[in-house]
């Protein structure tokens, strides 16, 4: 009988999105199945009435955190498309660090939350890599900074493999204390 691998364990979701920190309707709910509650429930806010910007940005945080669960699971990641990587990226000076970042060269210029560019992973304490964040590239062809989850994106920046970007970081699995958004994080540091 072959061997099933052993699936990761879920990682929390950080404070900013855990049941204390979300708005009234959604801190009953706990974090893979309020990934999915907030899902149903942004659904029906959608039918229910005029929208609210904060309404949006719930419902595409969801849909992020829905689609990319199963990147905990790094072969995951690598079985859809994101190319593992050994180089750790850490810029003290700047803030911290990003960790490993996995690309999907077909995901590039999506801003759709369930299709990052990148999945991003850290060392963790025993050893293992775990993922942190997900973070979404636009190329720089001299548009504005694309919007995303209510706020524009980082950049332009000049990437080494993908030219002039923009990019969008969220640290949906690493608590980030300088924000879910932020593109450095001061937890996360490189071997």
Not at 127 to 153: C, K, N, T, Y
């Amino acid at each position: 009988m072959p061997v099933r691998p052993r699936l990761a364990r879920l990682p929390r979701p950080p404070r900013s999105l855990r049941p204390s920190r979300l708005p009234r309707p959604f801190r009953s709910l706990r974090p893979l199945p309020a990934a999915l509650g907030l899902t149903v429930l942004a659904a029906g806010l959608l039918t229910a009435g005029p929208a609210r910007a904060g309404d949006s940005v719930a419902r595409d945080i969801a849909t992020a955190y829905t689609a990319t669960a199963r990147y905990a699971y790094e072969p995951e990641a690598v079985a859809a498309g994101f190319v593992r990587t050994d180089t750790c990226v850490a810029m003290p000076g700047m803030g911290g660090g990003m960790g490993y970042h996995y690309l999907n060269r077909a995901n590039v210029g999506s801003t759709d939350p369930a299709r990052p560019a990148t999945v991003i992973y850290a060392t963790g304490a025993d050893g293992r890599r775990h993922l942190v964040a997900v973070e979404w590239i636009v190329r720089d062809s001299g548009q504005p900074a694309p919007d995303m989850f209510g706020r524009p994106f980082d950049g332009p920046f000049d990437h080494a493999v993908l030219g002039r970007i923009y990019d969008r970081h969220v640290w949906l699995y690493k608590e980030n204390p300088d924000g879910l958004f932020a593109r450095y994080n001061p937890t996360v540091t490189c071997p």
